[in-house]
């Protein structure tokens, strides 16, 4: 009898799941991407993810020239030495990346010397091309995002982009990060795509801009963490800086059950910029929110509304 009501159990759960993925209309399997199964359907790319880190690139006061900004230093850069320490910002490596950015001289023309860049002025221990932030703010690093708002009339896109002031402001703006490999076919997310994530089982939605490339599809701004929590602002919580100095450090990774979905196609490119390239919005920061709600609200809509979303982004 055990045996066969085991069988019964295993055959209505089996058909349970065939119900459930066939409840997502028009679904079609893709290749996983980051050990997540990815659904399309309507030019909409479906997922699920128990956890979302904390982002907090493109926010002005991302990364501070004494370490002094919401995000470790060690988070942006890595030491060079030791050898087996280089690129590295991890258990005893940490230390390392550290003492490397203790001694740094502060001019950004030397950083390259005893540091790479994991984050912070490029990515895979490239040399560090670093800016500082222009006056008042010169203590301050340019912390940059993929995507960048349009940029004031006559204000040529090679000097515009890399402005402060053109990047997402991660405490402001609600944006995802998507890795760069998922812009590739069959997928074919573009940052600057439009979004929406929903918290299971509370029902708590937000909008989002794709703004941002790297993580493994479990990355996402300040504000967005926020609002998915339900707040105005993350909290922070009291550090030591690499410079022995206390500081204040944004927290903020959140665990649960999100349901997200991707609106391909809906990134508002300047004409000028080429799918692949710069990624630079026809909308001013002062119209991006108004926008990303507008559009997520009707691509919504025009899926079938947040049932969709929970049906196609499972696990």
Same mark, same amino acid.
């Given at each position: 009898?055990?045996?066969?009501?085991?069988?019964?159990?295993?055959?209505?759960?089996?058909?349970?799941?065939? /119900?459930?993925?066939?409840?997502?209309?028009?679904?079609?399997?893709?290749?996983?991407?980051?050990?997540?199964?990815?659904?399309?359907?309507?030019?909409?790319?479906?997922?699920?993810?128990?956890?979302?880190?904390?982002?907090?690139?493109?926010?002005?006061?991302?990364?501070?020239?004494?370490?002094?900004?919401?995000?470790?230093?060690?988070?942006?850069?890595?030491?060079?030495?030791?050898?087996?320490?280089?690129?590295?910002?991890?258990?005893?490596?940490?230390?390392?990346? /550290?003492?490397?950015?203790?001694?740094?001289?502060?001019?950004?023309?030397?950083?390259?010397?005893?540091?790479?860049?994991?984050?912070?002025?490029?990515?895979?221990?490239?040399?560090?091309? !670093?800016?500082?932030?222009?006056?008042?703010?010169?203590?301050?690093?340019?912390?940059?995002?993929?995507?960048?708002?349009?940029?004031?009339?006559?204000?040529?896109?090679?000097?515009?982009?890399?402005?402060?002031?053109?990047?997402?402001?991660?405490?402001?703006?609600?944006?995802?990060?998507?890795?760069?490999?998922?812009?590739?076919?069959?997928?074919?997310?573009?940052?600057?795509?439009?979004?929406?994530?929903?918290?299971?089982?509370?029902?708590?939605?937000?909008?989002?801009?794709?703004?941002?490339?790297?993580?493994?599809?479990?990355?996402?701004?300040?504000?967005?963490?926020?609002?998915?929590?339900?707040?105005?602002?993350?909290?922070?919580?009291?550090?030591?800086?690499?410079?022995?100095?206390?500081?204040?450090?944004?927290?903020?990774?959140?665990?649960?059950?999100?349901?997200?979905?991707?609106?391909?196609?809906?990134?508002?490119?300047?004409?000028?910029?080429?799918?692949?390239?710069?990624?630079?919005?026809?909308?001013?920061?002062?119209?991006?929110?108004?926008?990303?709600?507008?559009?997520?609200?009707?691509?919504?809509?025009?899926?079938?509304? !947040?049932?969709?979303?929970?049906?196609?982004?499972?696990?």
């Amino acid at each position: 009898m055990r045996a066969l009501a085991l069988t019964v159990f295993m055959i209505f759960a089996l058909s349970h799941a065939v /119900r459930a993925e066939s409840a997502c209309s028009n679904g079609v399997r893709l290749a996983s991407y980051g050990g997540k199964k990815i659904i399309v359907a309507e030019d909409t790319l479906f997922f699920a993810t128990n956890n979302i880190q904390l982002d907090i690139d493109g926010a002005p006061s991302a990364y501070g020239v004494r370490d002094q900004g919401l995000e470790d230093i060690c988070n942006g850069l890595a030491p060079l030495r030791p050898p087996e320490c280089r690129g590295k910002n991890q258990g005893t490596c940490y230390s390392a990346c /550290r003492a490397a950015f203790g001694s740094w001289d502060g001019n950004p023309q030397t950083l390259g010397g005893t540091m790479c860049s994991i984050g912070l002025g490029g990515g895979a221990c490239s040399t560090p091309d !670093v800016r500082l932030q222009d006056p008042p703010q010169q203590a301050w690093f340019v912390s940059e995002t993929t995507v960048r708002v349009a940029p004031p009339q006559g204000t040529p896109i090679p000097v515009w982009i890399a402005t402060q002031a053109a990047q997402l402001d991660s405490t402001k703006t609600a944006y995802f990060v998507i890795p760069n490999g998922f812009r590739a076919m069959p997928w074919d997310a573009t940052p600057g795509d439009i979004g929406i994530v929903v918290h299971q089982p509370s029902g708590n939605q937000v909008a989002f801009i794709v703004g941002d490339v790297g993580g493994a599809l479990d990355e996402g701004s300040a504000r967005l963490l926020a609002e998915l929590r339900g707040i105005d602002e993350l909290p922070t919580v009291k550090k030591i800086s690499a410079l022995g100095e206390p500081v204040q450090r944004l927290s903020g990774a959140v665990d649960g059950d999100f349901r997200l979905a991707i609106f391909r196609h809906t990134a508002a490119l300047l004409p000028s910029q080429l799918r692949g390239k710069l990624s630079v919005l026809d909308k001013s920061a002062s119209e991006l929110e108004g926008w990303i709600e507008e559009t997520a609200h009707d691509r919504l809509q025009a899926i079938g509304g !947040v049932t969709q979303v929970v049906s196609c982004a499972n696990f």
